[in-house]
């Protein structure tokens, strides 16, 4: 048996814990609430900025990519600083940088400004956000680190889905008749809060050990970031030219440039700013792929039904934000459980929840087949329910599970690769889901359109129509169906849906309005089916990569309940710290 008290091997013993640690526990979700929200929130109030502030659609796009871009290419920098300045310093930085950030955002006169503003925003963030994780792992003891990995997971799946209903709600209560600009603004009072709560509670975490910054590390991953990201992103904006293959190619390259740039230094007695050791940890590296394919499939699936109920079903922008409402319970609900169970069921968690996230997509897909058209919000209640009920038992442990085996030192910079990789993650994700979803939109569009012509033929002969003005009234409803489905921008009129008969009986004009209205819902309805398969392809393969982490999760947590980690039942399947 191992002595409670004993430090382990190859680890130095800890200082007492710090007593407000569960009150800084509290500032660090805080910012982990407002760097997730932020991701999300600002998807649903995009047509609202656009008409308030005349932001065409591309830099409308740029307001949700530029957080993103910059988020991405600077997390693990931030997380290494954290490691190397400082961690509290690193977060008072990321957190001050933040809140300024987002009144700028919520004062914009124009987009460029806005667009600006956002790109400080995620810079900021990616300061911020690896000292969250970071600094769990420095104060808490292995036993309560369940609990706070615990919470933190909940509230990063909570805050995850809860965007779109938390804008949708701040967009309708319109406060002091400030619209979409409340959604950053909200983001002051409750940064300069936290920020003073860190500045009072919060103890400097810093290594013992002597660490200097990689800089020529940091050029390259920044550089070999933006190539993998960026093509993400616009690719399909851009219609995928061939030089967006290129960069992806070429993101490869830079990988394994860095990779060897990282070896080298460590052999030369440099502080490399990953270091490749952790690669040889089992649970890292599956904690990674898993994290990676897991949030492929969690960002994809909430941009594509939101886009479903509101472009596709007609739903408010509040109704659409409120069928994320039983996701969010599961989760609220699941979270606590999933690490009263993981010491007597292990991985099996992980399997558990990852198949109720299929399951769930699966009963997503059955609701609209034999729902149809007519689907209101409340028949996906039980499908999302079991969904974020998954998700609960599986977020709060993929982050111990690639976390809790990691030395101190190293923590910052393993938080920054978690953080990275579930970035990029999010960023696969949309960018295959766009593919198939937008082009089952093009490619259905015309067989559906024609299959919906029947009142507006009836309409037209009932009006005393010709045969020829029927068939040419007909083909374009057809061709302006097709156009609008094919625009990237929902709120633009295609050329083709522009000539229309302004003395056109209202049987006629009637007729017209049911038929795109049916044919809208279809098309979509069709193209949510195929799309949720992919999604619950993907949740099936997270499942499948669950396999490679250790049987025993959480061993830090046995260990000090009294179990013998000195004689694991399979040496293989067991986490360590160096």
Same mark, same amino acid.
């Given at each position: 048996?191992?002595?409670?008290?004993?430090?382990?091997?190859?680890?130095?013993?800890?200082?007492?814990?710090?007593?407000?640690?569960?009150?800084?526990?509290?500032?660090?979700?805080?910012?982990?609430?407002?760097?997730?929200?932020?991701?999300?929130?600002?998807?649903?109030?995009?047509?609202?900025?656009?008409? %308030? #502030?005349?932001?065409?659609?591309?830099?409308?796009?740029?307001?949700? /990519? !530029?957080?993103? +871009? @910059?988020? *991405? &290419?600077?997390?693990?920098?931030?997380?290494?600083?954290? %490691? #190397?300045?400082?961690?509290?310093?690193?977060?008072?930085?990321?957190? /001050? !940088?933040?809140? +300024? @950030?987002? *009144? &700028?955002?919520?004062?914009?006169?124009?987009?460029?400004?806005? #667009?600006?503003?956002?790109?400080?925003?995620?810079?900021?963030?990616?300061?911020?956000?690896?000292?969250?994780?970071?600094?769990?792992?420095?104060?808490?003891?292995?036993?309560?680190?369940?609990?706070?990995?615990?919470?933190?997971?909940?509230?990063?799946?909570?805050?995850?889905?809860?965007?779109?209903?938390?804008?949708?709600?701040?967009?309708?209560?319109?406060?002091?008749?400030?619209?979409?600009?409340?959604?950053?603004?909200?983001?002051?009072?409750?940064?300069?809060?936290?920020?003073?709560?860190?500045?009072?509670?919060?103890?400097?975490?810093?290594?013992?050990?002597?660490?200097?910054?990689?800089?020529?590390?940091?050029?390259?991953?920044?550089?070999?970031?933006?190539?993998?990201?960026?093509?993400?992103?616009?690719?399909?904006?851009?219609?995928?030219?061939?030089?967006?293959?290129?960069?992806?190619?070429?993101?490869?390259?830079?990988?394994?440039?860095?990779?060897?740039?990282?070896?080298?230094?460590?052999?030369?007695?440099?502080?490399?700013?990953?270091?490749?050791?952790?690669?040889?940890?089992?649970?890292?590296?599956?904690?990674?792929?898993?994290?990676?394919?897991?949030?492929?499939?969690?960002?994809?699936?909430?941009?594509?039904?939101?886009?479903?109920?509101?472009?596709?079903?007609?739903?408010?922008?509040?109704?659409?934000?409120?069928?994320?409402?039983?996701?969010?319970?599961?989760?609220?609900?699941?979270?606590?459980?999933?690490?009263?169970?993981?010491?007597?069921?292990?991985?099996?968690?992980?399997?558990?929840?990852?198949?109720?996230?299929?399951?769930?997509?699966?009963?997503?897909?059955?609701?609209?087949?034999?729902?149809?058209?007519?689907?209101?919000?409340?028949?996906?209640?039980?499908?999302?329910?079991?969904?974020?009920?998954?998700?609960?038992?599986?977020?709060?442990?993929?982050?111990?599970?690639?976390?809790?085996?990691?030395?101190?030192?190293?923590?910052?910079?393993?938080?920054?690769?978690?953080?990275?990789?579930?970035?990029?993650?999010?960023?696969?994700?949309?960018?295959?889901?766009?593919?198939?979803?937008?082009?089952?939109?093009?490619?259905?569009?015309?067989?559906?359109?024609?299959?919906?012509?029947?009142?507006?033929?009836?309409?037209?002969?009932?009006?005393?129509?010709?045969?020829?003005?029927?068939?040419?009234?007909?083909?374009?409803?057809?061709?302006?169906?097709?156009?609008?489905?094919?625009?990237?921008?929902?709120?633009?009129?295609?050329?083709?849906?522009?000539?229309?008969?302004?003395?056109?009986?209202?049987?006629?004009?009637?007729?017209?309005?049911?038929?795109?209205?049916?044919?809208?819902?279809?098309?979509?309805?069709?193209?949510?089916?195929?799309?949720?398969?992919?999604?619950?392809?993907?949740?099936?393969?997270?499942?499948?990569?669950?396999?490679?982490?250790?049987?025993?999760?959480?061993?830090?947590?046995?260990?000090?309940?009294?179990?013998?980690?000195?004689?694991?039942?399979?040496?293989?399947?067991?986490?360590?710290?160096?």
């Amino acid at each position: 048996m191992t002595d409670n008290n004993e430090p382990r091997v190859g680890t130095r013993p800890e200082a007492p814990p710090d007593r407000r640690r569960w009150l800084v526990l509290v500032i660090l979700l805080v910012a982990t609430f407002m760097d997730l929200l932020d991701v999300t929130i600002v998807a649903i109030a995009v047509p609202s900025i656009q008409q %308030d #502030i005349s932001a065409t659609y591309t830099a409308a796009q740029w307001v949700l /990519a !530029g957080y993103s +871009l @910059a988020f *991405a &290419l600077l997390l693990i920098t931030g997380g290494r600083l954290g %490691d #190397i300045v400082g961690r509290k310093r690193m977060f008072l930085l990321g957190m /001050a !940088g933040f809140t +300024l @950030a987002s *009144a &700028l955002c919520g004062l914009a006169p124009n987009p460029e400004v806005l #667009i600006a503003s956002r790109v400080l925003q995620g810079a900021m963030a990616a300061m911020m956000v690896p000292q969250v994780i970071s600094s769990i792992q420095v104060m808490f003891s292995p036993r309560e680190r369940v609990a706070a990995f615990s919470v933190y997971g909940g509230v990063a799946g909570l805050a995850t889905v809860s965007g779109p209903l938390l804008g949708g709600l701040l967009i309708k209560a319109d406060l002091l008749d400030l619209g979409w600009r409340t959604i950053f603004l909200i983001n002051v009072p409750i940064g300069l809060a936290a920020l003073v709560g860190a500045l009072v509670f919060m103890k400097e975490l810093r290594t013992p050990h002597a660490l200097r910054l990689d800089l020529t590390g940091v050029g390259i991953i920044t550089v070999t970031m933006l190539l993998l990201v960026y093509p993400l992103m616009q690719g399909r904006e851009k219609d995928w030219p061939t030089w967006i293959f290129a960069m992806m190619a070429a993101s490869a390259v830079g990988l394994v440039v860095f990779a060897a740039h990282q070896r080298r230094r460590s052999a030369q007695g440099g502080s490399p700013l990953v270091p490749m050791e952790l690669f040889k940890e089992k649970a890292f590296v599956g904690g990674l792929l898993v994290n990676l394919v897991f949030f492929a499939g969690i960002v994809s699936f909430f941009l594509v039904f939101i886009i479903y109920l509101q472009a596709g079903l007609d739903k408010s922008v509040l109704a659409a934000a409120m069928a994320n409402l039983p996701w969010s319970v599961g989760i609220a609900l699941a979270s606590g459980a999933s690490f009263q169970l993981a010491p007597k069921l292990g991985r099996t968690v992980l399997h558990i929840g990852t198949a109720l996230m299929t399951a769930s997509m699966v009963a997503i897909i059955l609701t609209i087949q034999f729902v149809g058209t007519d689907v209101s919000v409340w028949h996906f209640v039980p499908s999302m329910f079991v969904g974020g009920v998954g998700m609960g038992l599986v977020a709060p442990l993929l982050v111990d599970a690639v976390i809790s085996g990691v030395p101190h030192h190293e923590a910052g910079s393993a938080s920054g690769v978690l953080s990275a990789v579930q970035q990029v993650g999010g960023a696969l994700g949309i960018a295959l889901i766009g593919v198939i979803f937008f082009g089952l939109l093009g490619d259905r569009a015309q067989g559906v359109a024609e299959a919906n012509t029947a009142p507006i033929r009836a309409a037209l002969q009932s009006a005393g129509a010709p045969v020829d003005a029927q068939r040419q009234a007909v083909d374009g409803f057809v061709r302006c169906f097709v156009d609008r489905s094919a625009e990237e921008d929902p709120t633009a009129v295609p050329v083709s849906c522009r000539n229309t008969d302004q003395a056109a009986p209202a049987a006629v004009t009637r007729a017209y309005a049911e038929a795109a209205t049916d044919a809208r819902r279809e098309l979509f309805s069709d193209a949510m089916k195929l799309t949720a398969w992919y999604n619950a392809g993907v949740f099936l393969l997270a499942f499948l990569l669950v396999f490679r982490l250790p049987r025993r999760i959480n061993v830090h947590a046995e260990a000090e309940a009294g179990l013998d980690e000195d004689a694991p039942a399979d040496p293989a399947d067991s986490t360590r710290v160096h």
